[in-house]
């Protein structure tokens, strides 16, 4: 009996052994099938909001006294906790062996995560909602279209006329603007020209004889008034008197012939 006992207790042992697996394939399995997620902070900070939640829960209990009620909490937050953590992998590694998230590298690497994912959404946003939008945009666009039609046959457009009388008007005002032009360029130069001369006439007009001509004045002319009366005196009178002198030197008068002569 015992020795036929043994080989069928063997044989469970075996059994049992090939169902369960060993050790390491138990804990291979076990590690894949942990939660696996990117922050221990953010994490540890969920735990906590959790706990808050069964915390309150239990409180709420009136049939629990006081007591039962703190050591209940206290058991049930430490195995919730203790089950979490060993079912959670921070980047591939178990809770404890994950570094604590503190300083700047954790900083930089949070906003490179954050970075990345909203690139990664972008991404994504603009390979989808274009073909969302595309059916709207063509109904919008057909409608605009049936409205557009609807103005074609209600609206109809008048043909206009130029006039003639206009026409006739801006041609002989287009033709006419060079020759305008031409004349405009001639009278402002003919200006320039007639503003030197004024300027000259009134610089002779002013100017002061010397005595040299005062003196010839004098000889020629036999004033006795000098300078003053000069230069009171008008030019066109003084020119004036000049050529009646010459003419009365050079005047000869012609005598009557007689009948004898």
Known sequence: MHSSFFPQSCMLALKMADAVGDPAS??????DVRVNVKSKRIFAYQLEKYKSLLI????????????????????MLMNFEIAVKENIAVGGLSWDEAAEENGEDYECSTVDDLLDEKIVQTSWKRSI???KILPYFVRSLKAERKLMGLFDSTVKAQEVKRDPVQDTIMSSVSAAAPGMFRQASTVMKSLK????????????LNTQPSAETLEAYRDVFGSSEGKHAIVRCNRQSVKRAASEREYSTQYVPVVPSTPDQ
């Open 26 to 31: 138990i804990a291979e399995k076990h590690q």
């Open 129 to 131: 909602y274009p073909k």
């Open 193 to 204: 020209e007639v503003k030197q001369m004024a300027e000259g006439l009134h610089l002779v």
């Open 56 to 75: 309150k829960l239990l409180e709420r209990q009136p049939e629990l006294n006081q007591s039962d009620v703190e050591k209940i909490i206290e058991e």
